[in-house]
């Protein structure tokens, strides 16, 4: 069985949106370049991609990503281009990045059944309403947000359109380059997943 691991870079204002710089019409993006991370900062997302076994990623996150890695070389193009990517859409059909499967259905039965079959960590990254339905629907076992001292005023919030309540817990914390934070939590109540280690990541043990 699996867990559902959301990660994000998140402004202070909760802007998820194009923060590495993919989105022409957002006047702000690229805007998590514009504070440094830290070599700390870099060893997180290395050891988060690292130990990731597959991803989930709503349509626009996917075609974004599937635009940019397959060109790519290195230690995370290798692994984002490798392990298996699931993409909810009702709309795209032939996806064409390597080992991409598309989930059509029903998106709480789909990733149910997902989550029971794919062993270890299936990561998603941005997919705002994708989480949200995620999350109110118990699906979510872990979030992370690497918090950028940033206001932006404008832009895609992650929890923008959540429908109801939804309480968490804070497992770990650090700061890491120019302020930034990492914050990882888990949703309280006995339908979440425990990673096998204490502590989701072996580099960010609460401080």
Request: glycine share 10%; no cysteine.
């Amino acid at each position: 069985m699996g867990r559902i691991v959301v990660t994000e870079f998140i402004s202070l204002d909760g802007v998820i949106e194009a923060p590495g710089g993919d989105e022409k019409n957002f006047k702000h993006a690229g805007w998590s370049f514009e504070v440094s991370r830290g070599t700390e900062g870099d060893n997180f997302k290395v050891d988060e991609t690292n130990s990731s076994d597959a991803l989930l990623l709503g349509r626009t996150t996917y075609q974004g990503f599937a635009a940019a890695w397959p060109s790519r070389t290195g230690e995370f193009a290798d692994k984002f281009n490798t392990m298996p990517k699931y993409v909810v859409s009702s709309t795209l059909k032939d996806p064409t990045w390597n080992n991409s499967k598309v989930l059509s259905g029903n998106i709480v039965d789909e990733v149910s059944k997902l989550r029971d079959k794919q062993d270890g960590n299936i990561v998603v990254h941005g997919s705002a309403r994708l989480v949200q339905t995620l999350l109110e629907n118990d699906l979510v076992d872990e979030v992370r947000l690497m918090v950028f001292p940033v206001v932006l005023g404008r832009g895609k919030r992650l929890f923008g359109d959540t429908t109801d309540k939804k309480r968490l817990r804070l497992v770990e914390s650090k700061m890491v380059g120019d302020g930034v934070a990492i914050l990882v939590y888990r949703p309280t109540g006995n339908k979440v997943r425990e990673p096998k280690e204490s502590g989701s990541l072996a580099s960010t043990k609460t401080r």
